[in-house]
């Protein structure tokens, strides 16, 4: 499914290259970031915030699958298009739902400007690789991995939804402290909505089967892993009644 194309090539490899240097930075000193972060300098409120960080990874593919004339078979087109807009649904709920649902603190303006460049790239590279480069196969359709990357897109989904859910209910408005989640994946996980994430764009990189996808997924690990780690710690420091059987991210494991 790969084309030889040296934006995609250069882009998915400095994800990889990004997200594994990201992680052996967090396993020296973790980056500051959202509660740990002072609300210091010229910041964004949360929701405004959210919207311009996420919004460009929806925008950006909406373009060019509006721009783009749709040649080949017609498994090829519906593939090419279900897989685009897998990916867009996400960026759609945190960009025009999530944004405005959170009760977030202020976000600080170049942590703002670093996610819209992420996802700007991120969005052109995911869009570009599926429109312009990606050849499926007729039989596509019919394919296992294909159906399990859904399925395990879905559940991700749905799990980092439904944390997001338990986590605005922890605070009433105008609320600071911090509480204990508990429910759904909370249950197992002190990062429940990071994990349900991640097993979105681990289901996205199997249901594409390509470079650019598997990239995302590898860097989307390296980025959140290490900030549902530091939740962890944060709760088991901050609760002596926190729950010592959950782990971090990945449910009975770490």
Do not use: K
């Amino acid at each position: 499914m790969e084309c030889r194309d040296a934006a995609v090539s250069s882009l998915s490899w400095a994800l990889i290259v990004g997200g594994a240097a990201y992680m052996l930075r967090q396993t020296r000193s973790h980056t500051p970031y959202g509660r740990y972060l002072p609300a210091e300098g010229r910041c964004c409120p949360a929701r405004l915030g959210w919207f311009l960080q996420e919004v460009p990874a929806f925008l950006l593919p909406l373009l060019l699958l509006l721009l783009t004339e749709e040649p080949g078979r017609t498994g090829d087109r519906t593939g090419r298009t279900l897989l685009l807009c897998t990916f867009m649904l996400h960026y759609f709920h945190r960009s025009f739902i999530y944004a405005f649902l959170t009760r977030g603190r202020p976000v600080p303006l170049p942590i703002v400007l670093a996610a819209a460049i992420f996802c700007s790239l991120n969005g052109f590279l995911q869009g570009h690789h599926l429109l312009h480069c990606a050849q499926f196969e007729h039989t596509w359709l019919r394919d296992a991995r294909l159906a399990a990357g859904f399925l395990l897109f879905v559940v991700g989904m749905i799990v980092n939804i439904h944390s997001d859910h338990i986590l605005r209910g922890l605070r009433r408005p105008g609320e600071t402290v911090y509480r204990i989640p508990y429910g759904g994946m909370f249950e197992f996980v002190s990062g429940a909505n990071f994990f349900g994430e991640i097993l979105e764009w681990c289901g996205f990189a199997l249901a594409s089967w390509s470079l650019p996808a598997t990239a995302f997924a590898f860097f989307t690990v390296c980025s959140i892993g290490p900030r549902a780690y530091q939740h962890h710690r944060d709760y088991l420091q901050r609760f002596e009644d926190y729950p010592r059987s959950r782990r971090a991210v990945i449910p009975f494991i770490l």
